[in-house]
Nanobody, 120 residues
Framework: QVQLVESGGGLVQPGESLRLSCAAS????????MGWYRQAPGKQRELVAA???????IYADSVKGRFTISRDNAKNTVYLQMNSLKPEDTAVYYC??????????????WGQGTQVTVSS
């Protein structure tokens, strides 16, 4: 069974930084895509940053130049470095991945979410 485990959220002041981690565990044949979404109260979940199946990176316009997505393929782990955080970045951040296993040719998986709060 595939699971995504997130960590790294917390409370910071504006201008500070956080680094989120997401590790995929289980019997994995291939990860086709992996990235981060976020959802603020009263708003829809939105894409923040991701590696696509073409191994390119995409970012939301609101985080370009501030956030950086990276990965460690050997550990099936993706990271999100968040710099110059703003109050509007406050949200629950979710890891998302499209993963192939022997049971499913392609499955969409979500982590439990980690809270990021930016406040003075």
């Amino acid at each position: 069974q595939v699971q995504l485990v997130e960590s790294g959220g917390g409370l910071v002041q504006p201008g500070e930084s956080l680094r989120l981690s997401c590790a995929a565990s289980g019997i994995i044949f291939r990860i086709d895509g992996m990235g981060w979404y976020r959802q603020a109260p009263g708003k829809q979940r939105e894409l923040v940053a991701a590696f696509t199946s073409a191994e390119t990176t995409i970012y939301a316009d609101s985080v370009k130049g501030r956030f950086t997505i990276s990965r460690d393929n050997a550990k099936n782990t993706v990271y999100l470095q968040m710099n110059s955080l703003k109050p509007e970045d406050t949200a629950v951040y979710y890891c998302n991945a499209q993963i192939r296993t022997l049971v499913r040719p392609s499955g969409d998986y979500w982590g439990q979410g980690t809270q990021v709060t930016v406040s003075s």
